[in-house]
């Protein structure tokens, strides 16, 4: 599908044109001053996209224009969708939240957690529960990322080859059998930490389905919602449409190239490792898609994926007690903010803006990527909001804040 057909005028949708217009000004400071080498945006209501465009190069050192096509590593705006791929079995009745994980791998059955030490030589205990589905899909499993640098468990992690989706040497079932042989950051359900948990979940869409993970995401997500440019790798005849990923160090400030969009990328064949939390590559048209299935409960073009009530069910807030991210947080790092937020299965979801310190509503739910992607969908306001670009980390600049602010400001009605 042509997506300029689905194109409206803002002011037909409770917008307006000339404040969107703002968008594209605002952000294209950063590409002036060379902070990234250029973006998309796009706002879509009620159904129709109001404002989609495009600024700056996709490879500023070749000065390669960024196109309406151009493919980006969107990072952790995988987890949604793996998230997604899970609950679809679990409408199927595969599995129940509440199930310990170990009943589909039987290595998580002993886990242990962290009681201190070294990572040469460290002292553990039991959990106090065991960890299950409904754990991992909000990250209350114990898990987390080897790039947090902040616990020894992290560097146990890196020593043992798991660096997320950069994890090269090991492929999904390897990943997550490493994993069950090292030790938690504290028992399931304590506390909130970003994590592999994501990637757990992708295995455990292989165990139930009995398919590979990319057969899965292709067969029942991306062929029928008419993503065609979404997958784990970038096949040849498509790397010339590939984006640059840039790096800003946060502490020396030196910036440089992290990826080539050629041939040299590790993106340029299909990978080992097929990350479930961080992996793929997608459009921006075909990220829309996606989001615009979510926000119609599961549906779109005559294509059913899911239930409404399973899109309504994972983004609720799921973390114990009603209790926010930050009430529950033991991360170093989250792709949002945690103040005024809590967790759903697989989403961000908005409690209290007020809190939060940015227009919203309550309800809205978001996820980002490493490479500064992100995107929101609030269903009150019947509206859709992504931003892509390629900028690790997405700390650097506050690209999402400033995006929110952007958008809501150009409703009128």
Same mark, same amino acid.
């Given at each position: 599908?042509? @997506?300029?057909?689905?194109?409206?005028?803002?002011?037909?949708?409770?917008?307006?044109?000339?404040?969107?217009?703002?968008?594209?000004?605002?952000?294209?400071?950063?590409?002036?001053?060379?902070?990234?080498?250029?973006? %998309?945006?796009?706002?879509?209501? =009620?159904?129709?996209?109001?404002?989609?465009?495009?600024?700056?190069?996709?490879?500023?050192?070749?000065?390669?224009?960024?196109?309406?096509?151009?493919?980006?590593?969107?990072?952790?705006? *995988?987890?949604? @969708?793996?998230?997604?791929?899970?609950? /679809?079995?679990?409408?199927?009745?595969?599995?129940?939240?509440? =199930?310990?994980?170990?009943?589909?791998? $039987?290595?998580?059955?002993?886990?242990?957690?962290?009681?201190?030490?070294?990572?040469?030589?460290?002292?553990?205990?039991?959990?106090?529960?065991?960890?299950?589905?409904?754990?991992?899909? *909000? =990250?209350?499993?114990?898990?987390?990322?080897?790039?947090? %640098?902040? =616990?020894?468990?992290?560097?146990?992690?890196?020593?043992?080859?798991?660096?997320?989706?950069?994890? !090269?040497?090991?492929?999904?079932?390897?990943?997550? #059998?490493? @994993?069950?042989?090292?030790?938690?950051?504290?028992?399931?359900?304590?506390?909130?930490?970003?994590?592999?948990?994501? &990637?757990?979940?992708?295995?455990?869409?292989?165990?139930?389905?009995?398919?590979?993970?990319? #057969?899965?995401?292709?067969?029942?997500?991306?062929?029928?919602?008419? /993503?065609?440019?979404?997958?784990?790798?970038?096949?040849?005849?498509?790397?010339?449409?590939?984006?640059?990923?840039?790096?800003?160090? $946060?502490?020396?400030?030196?910036?440089?190239?992290? &990826?080539?969009?050629?041939?040299?990328?590790?993106?340029? %064949?299909?990978?080992?490792?097929?990350?479930?939390?961080?992996?793929?590559?997608?459009?921006?048209?075909?990220?829309?898609?996606?989001? %615009?299935?979510?926000?119609?409960?599961?549906?779109?073009?005559? !294509?059913?994926?899911?239930?409404?009530?399973?899109?309504?069910?994972?983004?609720?807030?799921?973390? $114990?007690?009603?209790?926010?991210?930050?009430?529950?947080?033991?991360?170093?790092?989250? #792709?949002?903010?945690?103040?005024?937020?809590?967790?759903?299965?697989?989403?961000?979801? *908005?409690? &209290?803006?007020?809190?939060?310190?940015?227009?919203?509503?309550?309800?809205?739910?978001?996820?980002?990527?490493?490479?500064?992607?992100?995107?929101?969908?609030?269903? #009150?306001?019947?509206?859709?909001?992504?931003?892509?670009?390629?900028?690790?980390?997405?700390?650097?600049?506050?690209?999402?804040?400033?995006?929110?602010?952007?958008?809501?400001?150009?409703?009128?009605?």
């Amino acid at each position: 599908m042509n @997506i300029m057909t689905r194109m409206t005028k803002p002011e037909g949708v409770g917008l307006d044109g000339a404040r969107l217009a703002l968008i594209p000004e605002y952000f294209s400071s950063y590409v002036d001053r060379g902070k990234i080498a250029g973006f %998309q945006t796009l706002v879509a209501r =009620h159904g129709e996209i109001a404002h989609f465009e495009v600024r700056g190069n996709r490879d500023r050192e070749r000065g390669l224009p960024m196109e309406r096509d151009t493919i980006f590593r969107i990072y952790s705006m *995988t987890k949604p @969708i793996t998230s997604l791929a899970l609950m /679809m079995l679990y409408e199927e009745g595969h599995f129940q939240l509440n =199930h310990p994980v170990s009943r589909y791998i $039987p290595s998580f059955a002993n886990l242990r957690v962290w009681a201190g030490g070294t990572v040469e030589k460290y002292e553990t205990v039991e959990c106090e529960r065991e960890m299950t589905i409904r754990d991992l899909l *909000t =990250h209350t499993s114990g898990l987390t990322y080897g790039f947090m %640098q902040e =616990h020894p468990v992290d560097a146990l992690y890196r020593k043992a080859g798991i660096e997320g989706a950069n994890t !090269v040497k090991l492929t999904l079932k390897e990943t997550v #059998e490493a @994993i069950a042989g090292l030790p938690l950051l504290f028992s399931p359900g304590q506390y909130w930490n970003y994590s592999v948990s994501t &990637d757990v979940c992708g295995y455990l869409v292989e165990v139930l389905s009995g398919r590979p993970l990319d #057969e899965f995401l292709a067969a029942r997500i991306f062929a029928p919602l008419g /993503m065609v440019d979404t997958g784990f790798f970038v096949p040849k005849e498509k790397l010339g449409r590939f984006a640059t990923n840039y790096f800003r160090n $946060p502490v020396t400030k030196k910036s440089g190239i992290m &990826d080539m969009g050629d041939e040299t990328s590790s993106y340029a %064949q299909p990978p080992r490792f097929l990350s479930g939390g961080g992996g793929l590559t997608s459009t921006m048209t075909d990220y829309y898609r996606f989001c %615009q299935m979510l926000l119609n409960g599961g549906e779109l073009d005559g !294509v059913r994926i899911c239930s409404p009530k399973t899109i309504e069910f994972m983004t609720m807030n799921h973390l $114990p007690g009603g209790k926010t991210m930050k009430q529950m947080s033991r991360s170093a790092f989250s #792709e949002l903010a945690a103040e005024g937020a809590g967790f759903g299965l697989g989403f961000q979801v *908005t409690l &209290d803006p007020a809190e939060a310190q940015h227009i919203g509503s309550p309800g809205n739910f978001s996820w980002g990527g490493a490479a500064s992607t992100y995107f929101w969908i609030d269903p #009150e306001e019947d509206l859709i909001a992504i931003f892509m670009t390629q900028l690790y980390p997405s700390s650097t600049y506050p690209f999402r804040p400033q995006y929110q602010q952007l958008v809501y400001g150009a409703i009128t009605e």
